[in-house]
């Protein structure tokens, strides 16, 4: 009785002590949740902050003479339309009278602007010798000024817009000439060594056939093989080396995959470089052990009852599997192959491998055209010089986390909406 009575007084002497850990357990947990919820608000914001004015750029009202001597009907593709942005500039500054001082203000004006009215002209001929007053796209730097990214409170030699540029600036702030307006370019252009001119298209448009490749060939192959390997396979070693490779390369970086398609899709079969259907073939590569392991996971939830029930009715084992196992994983399955596939749209080492990281202008019209993909458009632009490319790398850095985040939502949603639990 008195040793059952000093074990309790021991026990009840303990508790404090045990409480007071367990609070500062609940404390340090508590602390590590607020922490990266700290860094995660600080990545954000800075990225927002960063990226929110790409979708602005600065657009300089001016008024156009399409005059008939400088634009030939027959060949309105190589027409000099750089001469009539030049020549409205010239009419509202007259005197900029040197070739320095009309250099100068040219260089206010973005090389969009010849484009813009090429494609005005040839898509209407009929505005030749008419002036039309235009929104036409400012130089990055006049961009950067209107924005505060570029001081003016600092000696002329440490800018890059000198004392006359931005007299003439104010100027056409004064008259309403200069304004910020919502950057569609940014969304319907390809890439560009100008940052005013660079848009997400292509890579969005990459990032949608490289994703398209992806899922064809990974979902069917990865269900396939997982159905297998839990329904049909024996248990033994073959099987066993089998599985634990599978789980090995889930695990595996991802620029051995890249490494691996350099060397047979490229190097082996000839297939063209840079090409949305290599990236796809190598995001499949990389995306089977996810999708294999999140498919045989669902089958291994669906209760053995199901199966015993369909074969005890006079169902083949294939008829079990196809209308009743599964359907009931499919759920399981389709979460696996969405989380793969944002695990696949985030990569870029392996794209690096295979040449995605090359400068592409033109939006990819099929499978087999040059491509880049979101990511790969986002390294480039951050190894960049410009200024005007910062706050682009930051509103692509927006979309691609935008796209995730629907991409994780919906597997969410399919989850909770379809799945079964037993």
Not at 67 to 87: E, M, Q, T
């Amino acid at each position: 009785m008195t040793s059952a009575s000093s074990a309790t007084e021991q026990v009840r002497r303990s508790l404090p002590k045990r409480y007071a850990k367990e609070r500062r357990f609940r404390l340090l947990g508590l602390c590590a949740i607020v922490l990266t919820l700290f860094f995660l608000f600080v990545l954000l914001t800075t990225i927002f902050l960063k990226g929110w004015t790409a979708f602005q750029q600065t657009h300089v009202r001016l008024d156009i003479h399409f005059d008939p001597a400088r634009l030939d009907v027959k060949n309105l593709n190589n027409a000099n339309y750089a001469a009539l942005v030049h020549d409205s500039l010239q009419q509202m500054f007259p005197e900029a009278k040197n070739r320095n001082e009309r250099l100068q203000l040219h260089r206010l004006m973005s090389n969009g602007a010849a484009f813009a009215l090429q494609r005005m002209v040839t898509s209407n001929p009929g505005i030749i010798g008419t002036t039309q007053s235009l929104w036409l796209p400012a130089d990055d730097e006049v961009d950067m000024l209107l924005k505060g990214h570029t001081p003016r409170d600092v000696p002329e030699s440490a800018r890059r817009l000198n004392d006359r540029q931005l007299g003439w600036i104010d100027t056409l702030l004064a008259n309403d000439r200069l304004e910020k307006q919502f950057n569609a370019a940014f969304f319907s252009n390809g890439d560009s060594r100008e940052p005013e001119l660079a848009g997400v298209r292509g890579a969005i448009t990459g990032s949608f056939f490289t994703l398209l490749v992806t899922l064809a060939l990974s979902f069917p192959i990865g269900v396939a093989a997982a159905v297998y390997l839990e329904e049909f396979a024996p248990k033994n070693t073959f099987t066993d080396i089998v599985e634990v490779n599978i789980n090995n390369l889930a695990a595996i970086p991802s620029i051995i995959f890249g490494l691996l398609g350099l060397a047979v899709f490229l190097n082996f079969f000839g297939l063209p470089r840079s090409s949305s259907v290599v990236g796809g073939l190598v995001l499949t590569l990389m995306t089977l052990p996810t999708i294999i392991i999140a498919s045989r996971a669902s089958l291994k939830a669906v209760p053995p009852s199901i199966r015993e029930a369909a074969l005890g009715i006079g169902a083949s084992k294939m008829q079990t599997i196809l209308h009743h196992v599964l359907p009931l994983a499919l759920p399981g399955m389709l979460t696996g192959t969405i989380i793969g596939m944002a695990q696949a749209l985030g990569e870029t080492a392996p794209l690096l491998m295979i040449g995605m990281v090359a400068f592409i202008v033109d939006v990819p019209q099929g499978l087999q055209d040059p491509a880049t993909v979101l990511p790969v458009q986002i390294y480039l632009w951050a190894d960049s010089p410009e200024r005007g490319f910062i706050e682009r790398t930051s509103a692509a850095i927006m979309i691609l986390l935008m796209v995730l985040l629907v991409m994780n939502a919906t597997a969410v949603y399919l989850r909770n909406r379809f799945e079964r639990r037993w």
